[in-house]
Protein backbone atom coordinates (compact mmCIF):
# COMPACT_ATOMS: atom_id res chain seq x y z
CA UNK A 1 0.00 0.00 0.00
CA UNK A 2 1.48 3.64 -0.72
CA UNK A 3 1.02 6.04 1.75
CA UNK A 4 2.83 8.75 0.00
CA UNK A 5 1.40 11.51 -1.45
CA UNK A 6 1.50 11.46 -5.14
CA UNK A 7 -1.53 13.24 -6.75
CA UNK A 8 -2.42 16.92 -6.19
CA UNK A 9 -5.50 18.60 -7.47
CA UNK A 10 -5.13 22.78 -7.98
CA UNK A 11 -9.29 24.50 -7.68
CA UNK A 12 -8.57 28.09 -9.14
CA UNK A 13 -10.97 30.19 -10.51
CA UNK A 14 -11.54 32.52 -13.58
CA UNK A 15 -12.91 35.81 -13.21
CA UNK A 16 -14.45 35.81 -16.61
CA UNK A 17 -15.01 34.40 -19.72
CA UNK A 18 -11.27 33.87 -21.34
CA UNK A 19 -10.04 32.18 -24.36
CA UNK A 20 -6.35 31.28 -24.26
CA UNK A 21 -3.60 29.39 -25.93
CA UNK A 22 -2.26 26.36 -24.18
CA UNK A 23 1.34 25.58 -26.01
CA UNK A 24 0.69 23.06 -28.61
CA UNK A 25 -2.59 22.02 -27.31
CA UNK A 26 -4.86 24.97 -29.31
CA UNK A 27 -6.67 27.74 -27.93
CA UNK A 28 -9.63 27.07 -26.00
CA UNK A 29 -12.76 29.25 -24.39
CA UNK A 30 -12.51 28.70 -20.72
CA UNK A 31 -15.66 29.79 -19.42
CA UNK A 32 -15.95 32.27 -16.07
CA UNK A 33 -15.74 29.92 -12.71
CA UNK A 34 -14.06 27.19 -11.03
CA UNK A 35 -11.53 24.35 -12.32
CA UNK A 36 -9.77 21.99 -10.65
CA UNK A 37 -6.32 20.60 -12.29
CA UNK A 38 -5.28 17.23 -11.00
CA UNK A 39 -1.66 16.06 -11.83
CA UNK A 40 0.76 14.38 -10.13
CA UNK A 41 4.98 14.06 -9.32
CA UNK A 42 6.14 10.73 -7.69
CA UNK A 43 8.94 13.15 -5.95
CA UNK A 44 9.46 16.28 -4.84
CA UNK A 45 5.60 16.86 -4.69
CA UNK A 46 5.57 19.90 -2.91
CA UNK A 47 8.37 21.31 -5.12
CA UNK A 48 6.39 20.50 -8.15
CA UNK A 49 3.37 22.68 -6.58
CA UNK A 50 5.34 25.32 -5.53
CA UNK A 51 6.43 25.74 -9.53
CA UNK A 52 2.83 25.84 -10.13
CA UNK A 53 1.73 28.54 -7.75
CA UNK A 54 4.79 30.57 -8.37
CA UNK A 55 3.18 33.56 -10.94
CA UNK A 56 6.26 33.94 -12.75
CA UNK A 57 7.91 30.78 -14.85
CA UNK A 58 8.83 29.52 -18.10
CA UNK A 59 5.34 27.74 -18.81
CA UNK A 60 6.08 23.85 -19.18
CA UNK A 61 3.08 22.20 -18.07
CA UNK A 62 -0.04 22.70 -19.83
CA UNK A 63 -1.82 24.43 -16.15
CA UNK A 64 1.48 26.92 -16.26
CA UNK A 65 -0.53 28.59 -19.41
CA UNK A 66 -3.58 29.13 -16.80
CA UNK A 67 -1.96 29.74 -13.73
CA UNK A 68 0.43 32.46 -14.95
CA UNK A 69 -2.75 34.50 -16.25
CA UNK A 70 -3.64 37.26 -14.22
CA UNK A 71 -7.34 36.54 -14.49
CA UNK A 72 -7.17 32.59 -12.77
CA UNK A 73 -6.91 33.05 -8.91
CA UNK A 74 -5.74 29.06 -6.74
CA UNK A 75 -8.46 28.65 -4.93
CA UNK A 76 -7.18 25.16 -2.25
CA UNK A 77 -4.62 22.50 -3.18
CA UNK A 78 -5.71 18.73 -2.48
CA UNK A 79 -3.09 15.64 -2.07
CA UNK A 80 -3.76 13.08 -2.29
CA UNK A 81 -2.35 9.32 -1.83
CA UNK A 82 -4.12 7.64 -4.90
CA UNK A 83 -3.20 7.52 -8.52
CA UNK A 84 -3.91 10.96 -10.32
CA UNK A 85 -6.08 9.31 -12.85
CA UNK A 86 -8.49 7.83 -10.39
CA UNK A 87 -8.56 10.89 -8.60
CA UNK A 88 -9.41 12.78 -11.94
CA UNK A 89 -11.91 10.34 -12.86
CA UNK A 90 -13.84 10.45 -9.58
CA UNK A 91 -14.04 14.57 -10.34
CA UNK A 92 -17.41 15.53 -11.40
CA UNK A 93 -17.02 18.37 -13.91
CA UNK A 94 -16.92 19.41 -17.86
CA UNK A 95 -14.04 19.10 -20.09
CA UNK A 96 -13.79 22.13 -21.39
CA UNK A 97 -10.20 21.57 -23.02
CA UNK A 98 -9.80 18.23 -23.95
CA UNK A 99 -6.15 16.31 -23.86
CA UNK A 100 -5.00 19.25 -20.98
CA UNK A 101 -2.50 17.77 -18.58
CA UNK A 102 -3.31 14.54 -20.15
CA UNK A 103 -0.30 14.11 -22.49
CA UNK A 104 0.99 10.63 -20.57
CA UNK A 105 -2.23 9.83 -19.52
CA UNK A 106 -3.53 6.29 -20.55
CA UNK A 107 -6.55 5.62 -18.44
CA UNK A 108 -8.77 7.44 -21.16
CA UNK A 109 -9.15 10.45 -18.83
CA UNK A 110 -10.39 12.95 -22.04
CA UNK A 111 -8.86 15.72 -19.83
CA UNK A 112 -6.83 15.91 -16.60
CA UNK A 113 -8.54 19.90 -16.09
CA UNK A 114 -12.29 19.63 -15.44
CA UNK A 115 -14.82 22.90 -15.53
CA UNK A 116 -16.62 22.99 -12.06
CA UNK A 117 -19.12 25.37 -13.50
CA UNK A 118 -20.06 28.25 -10.68
CA UNK A 119 -21.37 26.14 -8.27
CA UNK A 120 -17.90 26.02 -6.28
CA UNK A 121 -17.87 29.98 -5.85
CA UNK A 122 -21.76 29.18 -5.01
CA UNK A 123 -20.74 26.66 -2.27
CA UNK A 124 -18.29 28.54 -0.93
CA UNK A 125 -19.96 31.84 -0.54
CA UNK A 126 -22.85 30.14 1.04
CA UNK A 127 -20.05 28.63 3.27
CA UNK A 128 -19.36 32.43 4.33
CA UNK A 129 -23.70 32.82 4.71
CA UNK A 130 -24.53 31.20 7.55
CA UNK A 131 -28.21 30.93 7.32
CA UNK A 132 -28.46 30.22 3.72
CA UNK A 133 -29.85 27.15 2.82
CA UNK A 134 -30.15 26.86 -0.60
CA UNK A 135 -28.30 23.47 -2.14
CA UNK A 136 -25.15 23.52 -4.45
CA UNK A 137 -25.90 23.08 -8.15
CA UNK A 138 -24.75 19.86 -8.90
CA UNK A 139 -21.06 19.82 -9.95
CA UNK A 140 -21.07 18.69 -13.40
CA UNK A 141 -23.50 21.50 -14.68
CA UNK A 142 -21.78 23.80 -17.22
CA UNK A 143 -24.70 26.07 -17.42
CA UNK A 144 -24.61 29.80 -16.41
CA UNK A 145 -27.72 30.31 -14.77
CA UNK A 146 -27.18 33.28 -13.24
CA UNK A 147 -25.00 36.33 -12.81
CA UNK A 148 -21.09 35.09 -10.31
CA UNK A 149 -22.04 35.68 -6.79
CA UNK A 150 -20.31 39.31 -6.29
CA UNK A 151 -16.71 39.23 -4.67
CA UNK A 152 -14.98 41.51 -2.57
ZN1 LIG B 1 -5.81 10.27 -16.66
Given at each position: ?????????????V??????????L???????????Y?????????????R????E??C?????????????????????????????????GA?????????????????H??????SF???R??????????????A????N??P?????
Amino acid sequence: MNNTFQTYQIFFSVEGRRYLAIGKLGVFDFPAGDYVYTGSARKNLGKRIARHLAPEKTCKWHIDYLLTSTWAHVTAVYLWREKECRVNQQTAGAIVAPRFGASDCRAGCGSHLKYLGTSFSDYRDATRRPRNTTSAKPANSTANTGPLPNRT
